[in-house]
C-alpha cells in the first residue's frame, strides 16, 4: 500500500509532554506512522488512504491542540510566534512586579494598608501574566496529565490565594506572612524563559528561507526570438535564458553558447569558480562571474539541485528527535508526586482531628516548598550566563538541546573550504623562469589582471598591491574566455592564461597560471585556498580531548589530502569528492556506527549535514543558511572555538545538573516536614529562597569559564 506524506503545523504547544501527547494521538489512528517535532512545531505523518488531512487535524484538536496543512509547494514565510503573545505579558508583569517584591521585601518601605495595594498589583500578574501557564495546566488536565505548567500554576495560585485569604481575614492589619511576591516573581521568571525559548523556535525556518533565496527571482528567456522576462516559476524544462555577468543561474541547465567562470561555492563548496563553455551543465543558484551566457534549462521548480537541498533541510530538521528538557522529565514523576502528597496532606490533618486551618496551612506548606521557583531557575540561569560567556568567547548556542546533544560527541566533521581553509584565493607563489624578476613577473600579471572580471585576477591583484608593486595601466586589453587574458603593458605584450602543466610536477591543491611576453613565458603565479593559521591548533586540541576530527570535502581526494596533512588530519579521516546532497550521507553513516557527529561547515552545501548531525556548527563568517541550520555559531570563523564551545557546552549541562539537584535537594528534603505541619509557609519560602538563590550562584560560575 502507498503512503502519503503529509506535514503539519502545531499551535498550542507548552513543553515536550504537549508533543508526545499529540504524537501518542496521531499514532492511534490506524496505519499513522507519526513524528512530532516540539522545537519547530510540526508533524510530520505517513498515512495511508483511509486517513485523510481532516482526520489529522481532528486528531490533534481532539488532544486539546491546533494544526494546519504545510503545502509541499509553500514557500517558507516569517510566521507569528508564541514570543508576540508572550512580550506583553512579560513586559507588563515585570513592571508590576517590581513595587510588589521591593515593599513585600523591605519592612521600612511598609505603610498601612500596604497589602491591599500588593494585592492589587499581584492580581494582574497571576490571572494574565500567567495565563499561558494556567491554560496549560488546564489542558493536561483534561487530558489526565501534568507538566512543569501544572506545578507552576497551582503553585502561584496557592501562594496567591493563601495570601488573599490572610489579607481578608485580618482586615489587612494582621501579621500573616504574605506570598504575594513569591507569586509575582515565579510567573515574571517564568515568562522571560517562556518567552526567550519562543523566540529560539522562530529561527527554526530560516535555514529553508536562506536556502531558497540563492534562487533567482525571475530570468530573461528568448521566445520567438524575443527576449522577454518572466517570473521563474514560468520557466519551462527546453527554455533558452539569457544569463548576464552578475546574475544568478535561474535554474538548472545547460550552456548553449558563450563562456564564462562560475561562482557555484554556495552550491558545491568549490573554493575556484569553475570555468563554463557550451555543452556545460550548470545549476541554478550559481553566479555568473563575467561572461554572458545562453542556458537551456534541463530542470525547473521543485526538480532542481536547490530545491532538492531545501526539501534535505526540512526533512533533516523535522527528522531530529524532540530533546526534552531536564526539568520536564523529571516533572513527569515529582508533579504527580506532590499532588498527591498535599492532597493526603490535608485530608490527613482533617481524619486526624485537626483544624481546616490547620490542615490547610499544611497542605499550602507542601505546595508552596514545591513550588518549582528554583527548579525554573536551574536550567535557564545556566544557559543564561553559560551562552553570554560562550558569546563573549565566539560562541552562540542556539538553542538549550544543545547542551544535551553534546554529551559524548567523539567526532567532528570537519568542511575544508571556509572552515579549515580561508575559503578565499591567495598568491602562495611567484615562480620566475632562470633570469626573470620575480617583482616584475607578478606586477606585469596584475596589470593585466586589473582590467579582468574573474575571480583569479583579484587574488593576483590583491598579492601585488600587498608587496608595495606598481600596478601599471593597460592598453589593448583581449579576454579569451576559459584560456586567459592579455594586454599591452609599457610597450610590452603580456599574456597570463592557465597553466599546463605535466601532471608529474603539477600541485593539484593549487591553480597555476603562466605569464608570458615577448613570445616567450617569463613565470608561473601558484594562486590557491590556503589553510588558516589556526587551524593546526584547534586540530591538535580535538585530538587531545579525544575527539576525532575528519576532514571531509567537495574536492579531489589529492586536494584534500594535502590540506589534511597540513592540519595534522591522518589520511583514512580524509573524505573527498562527496557532493553537498552525500555530505548529510556521510553523518547518518557514522551515526549508524554508532558515532556521535558534530558536523562544523560555512556553506549552503554544508546547512543539511548540520541540520542532521548531532550538533552542528557553523561558522559565523559563512553563509545565513549554514548558520541558520547550525545548533551553534561560531562567530570569528576561528575553528579553536570548535573545541571551546565543546567544553563550555559540556559545562554549562553539568551545571544545570547540579542546580537541579540542588533545587529538587531543598523541596524533596522539605516536603515531609510540610507535610507533618512542622514547616510553616514562611519557612517554606525561606527555603525556597535559600534553594533559588543557591542555583543562581552556581550558575555564575561559568562566567569564570576558560
Known amino acids: 500500500m502507498s503512503l502519503t506524506v503529509t506535514d503539519l503545523r502545531l ?3 507548552s513543553c515536550v509532554s504537549c508533543a508526545a501527547r499529540i504524537e501518542r494521538g496521531l499514532n492511534a489512528l490506524d496505519g499513522v506512522s507519526a513524528s512530532v517535532n516540539f522545537a519547530v512545531e510540526r508533524a510530520h505523518v505517513e498515512h495511508g488512504g483511509d486517513v485523510d488531512e481532516q482526520d489529522l487535524i481532528r486528531a490533534v484538536e481532539s488532544a486539546g491542540y491546533h494544526a494546519s496543512v504545510i503545502e509541499p509547494t509553500a514557500t517558507p514565510e516569517s510566521e507569528e510566534s ?9 513586559a507588563v508583569s515585570a513592571a508590576l512586579a517590581l513595587p510588589i517584591v521591593a515593599v513585600s521585601m523591605i519592612p521600612a518601605w511598609q505603610f498601612a494598608g500596604w497589602q491591599w495595594l500588593v494585592l492589587a498589583l499581584t492580581t494582574p500578574i497571576v490571572f494574565w501574566g500567567g495565563y499561558p501557564f494556567h491554560r496549560a495546566a488546564v489542558r493536561a488536565a483534561r487530558h489526565r496529565a501534568s507538566t512543569m505548567d501544572t506545578l507552576v500554576s497551582l503553585g502561584t495560585l496557592a501562594a496567591y490565594l493563601w495570601s488573599v485569604y490572610t489579607v481578608i481575614a485580618t482586615g489587612g492589619h494582621g501579621h500573616g506572612h504574605l506570598y504575594f511576591e513569591v507569586a509575582a516573581a515565579v ?17 527554526a525556518g530560516k535555514a529553508l528561507r536562506s536556502l531558497l533565496s540563492l534562487g533567482a527571482k525571475d530570468a530573461v528567456v528568448e521566445r520567438d526570438g524575443v527576449e522577454v522576462r518572466v517570473p521563474v516559476a514560468e520557466l519551462q524544462v527546453g527554455d533558452v535564458f539569457v544569463v548576464r555577468p552578475g546574475e544568478r543561474i535561474a535554474t538548472d541547465g545547460v550552456v548553449a553558447d558563450g563562456a564564462t567562470a562560475l561562482d557555484t561555492s554556495a552550491m558545491t563548496g568549490e573554493s575556484v569558480p569553475t570555468d563554463v563553455g557550451p555543452g556545460d551543465a550548470v545549476l541554478g543558484g550559481a553566479v555568473n562571474t563575467y561572461g554572458r551566457i545562453r542556458v537551456r534549462a534541463s530542470r ?9 537541498m531545501g526539501r534535505l533541510v526540512t526533512e533533516a530538521q523535522n527528522g531530529k528527535a524532540a530533546i526534552q528538557r531536564l526539568a520536564d522529565r523529571i516533572s513527569a514523576v515529582f508533579v504527580p508526586v506532590v499532588l498527591i502528597i498535599a492532597a493526603l496532606t490535608l485530608f490527613g490533618w482533617l481524619a486526624a482531628g485537626g483544624t481546616a486551618v490547620a490542615a490547610f496551612t499544611a497542605a499550602v506548606a507542601v505546595l508552596i516548598i514545591a513550588c518549582p521557583c528554583a527548579l525554573g531557575l536551574a536550567t535557564p540561569t545556566a544557559i543564561l550566563v553559560g551562552t553570554g560567556r560562550g558569546a563573549q568567547l565566539g560562541v552562540l548556542i542556539k538553542d538549550p538541546h544543545v547542551l544535551e546533544a553534546v554529551g559524548g560527541i567523539d567526532t567532528v566533521l570537519l568542511d575544508k573550504t571556509g572552515t579549515v581553509t580561508t575559503g578565499q584565493m591567495s598568491v602562495v607563489g611567484v615562480d620566475p623562469r632562470d633570469g626573470q624578476d620575480a617583482a616584475e613577473l607578478l606586477s606585469r600579471a596584475a596589470a593585466v589582471e586589473a582590467a579582468s572580471e574573474h575571480p583569479l585576477a583579484a587574488a593576483i591583484v590583491a598579492a601585488a598591491r600587498e608587496r608595495g608593486l606598481s600596478v601599471p595601466g593597460v592598453t589593448d586589453f583581449a579576454n579569451e574566455p576559459g584560456v586567459g587574458v592579455s594586454a599591452d603593458v609599457a610597450g610590452v605584450r ?16 593549487e591553480t597555476r597560471v603562466d605569464v608570458a611576453w615577448d613570445g616567450a613565458v617569463r613565470g608561473s603565479i601558484r594562486i590557491a585556498d590556503v589553510v588558516k593559521r589556526t587551524s593546526v591548533e584547534a586540530i591538535a586540541e580535538l585530538k587531545a580531548m579525544g575527539v576525532r576530527p575528519v576532514l571531509l570535502s567537495g574536492d579531489a581526494k589529492a586536494v584534500a589530502d594535502r590540506v589534511a596533512e ?17 555530505k548529510a550521507d556521510v553523518v547518518r553513516d557514522l551515526q549508524a556506527q554508532g558515532r556521535r557527529v558534530a558536523m562544523v561547515g560555512d556553506g549552503v552545501n554544508d546547512s543539511v549535514a548540520l541540520a542532521t548531525a548531532d550538533i552542528g556548527m557553523a561558522m559565523g563568517t559563512g553563509t545565513d543558511a549554514a548558520i541558520e541550520a547550525g545548533d551553534i555559531t561560531l562567530v570569528r ?4 572555538t570548535v573545541p571551546t564551545a ?3 557546552s559540556a559545562r554549562t549541562l553539568r551545571t544545570i545538573r547540579v542546580n537541579l539537584f540542588w533545587a529538587f535537594f531543598y523541596n524533596v528534603a522539605a516536603i515531609p516536614l510540610a507535610a507533618l505541619g512542622l514547616l510553616n509557609p514562611m519557612i517554606a519560602g525561606a527555603a525556597m529562597a535559600a534553594s533559588s538563590v543557591l542555583v543562581v550562584v552556581n550558575s555564575l560560575r561559568l562566567r569564570s569559564f576558560r
Open 646 to 648: 565543546l567544553r563550555l
Open 11 to 13: 499551535a498550542g504547544m
Open 187 to 203: 510567573t515574571v521568571f517564568l515568562l522571560a524563559g517562556r518567552t526567550a525559548e519562543a523566540k529560539a523556535k522562530r529561527s
Open 566 to 582: 597540513q592540519v595534522g588530519i591522518a589520511p583514512e579521516d580524509v573524505i573527498a569528492g562527496v557532493l553537498p546532497t552525500e
Open 494 to 509: 603580456v599574456r597570463v592564461s592557465r597553466a599546463e602543466a605535466a601532471a608529474h610536477d603539477a600541485d593539484v591543491a
Open 300 to 308: 525547473v521548480g521543485a526538480d532542481t539541485q536547490l530545491a532538492r
Open 637 to 640: 570563523g576561528d575553528l579553536r
Open 82 to 90: 508564541d514570543e508576540d503573545s508572550l512580550l506583553p505579558r512579560l
